[in-house]
């Protein structure tokens, strides 16, 4: 059998990672494919994490924020790009405060070169993709980031330097993820 390429890119960034979720076995049905995955037993998606507290403290957002970051920084280092980075698609361990990462049906292999064709939600996809119809796809990945960060923390907070760093409109002057993990912000970790 072969298998999705969702199977295939997940298999290889969730073995043993704790920021992403696990996949403990898929099968392949006549019309469609069962994934069985990971889920703690008190969770909630980020979106509806943030949805019950208003904004998160900055603690909080940056304590979540870092994990989301070590998870993508991971899956650029197996040479996957997750490509819908969102609320939606991290989710939050409410018992441990652990995130993961989820979701990798538009995910695909980290390229080089620009991407073509998009995938993810439009939302939060960069404007060289909507002015140009191209992406890279570590910028595009801060970009995405840069939103989720925001939505975190709708308010002024230390952080709106880095987001509006992640939000720049030119690729070029955006943070690589790299910087990000590096930003003064990111080092002042205190576990909520």
């Known amino acids: 059998t072969r298998a999705p390429l969702e199977i295939v890119l997940l298999d290889k960034v969730s073995a ?8 403990h076995e898929w099968l392949e049905l006549p019309n469609n494919v069962l994934m069985v995955l990971e889920r703690p037993e008190r969770c909630q998606d980020l979106l509806h994490f943030i949805r019950a507290r208003g904004f998160l403290c ?15 920084r991971h899956c650029t280092s197996c040479g996957v790009l997750h490509r819908d980075i969102k ?18 049906g538009c995910g695909t292999y980290l ?9 993810g939600t439009p939302s939060y996809s960069p ?7 191209w992406y890279y796809g570590e910028a595009a990945t801060v970009w995405s980031l840069g939103i989720v ?39 002042d970790i205190r576990v909520p």
């Open 87 to 104: 609320p939606e698609n991290i989710l939050v361990d409410l018992a441990t405060g652990q995130a993961k990462l989820i979701d990798f």
């Open 16 to 23: 043993g990672f704790p920021g992403i979720v696990q996949l």
């Open 111 to 119: 390229q080089a070169a620009a991407y073509t064709s998009f995938a």
């Open 149 to 187: 960060l925001h939505q975190m923390v709708c308010g002024e907070h230390q952080c709106q330097d880095l987001i509006r760093r992640c939000l720049s409109v030119l690729s070029s002057e955006r943070p690589s993820l790299e910087d990000l993990s590096c930003d003064p912000w990111m080092q």
């Open 127 to 133: 404007p060289e993709w909507t002015q140009f119809g």
């Open 58 to 72: 900055e603690e909080v957002a940056r304590h979540l924020f870092r994990q989301v970051l070590e998870a993508v």
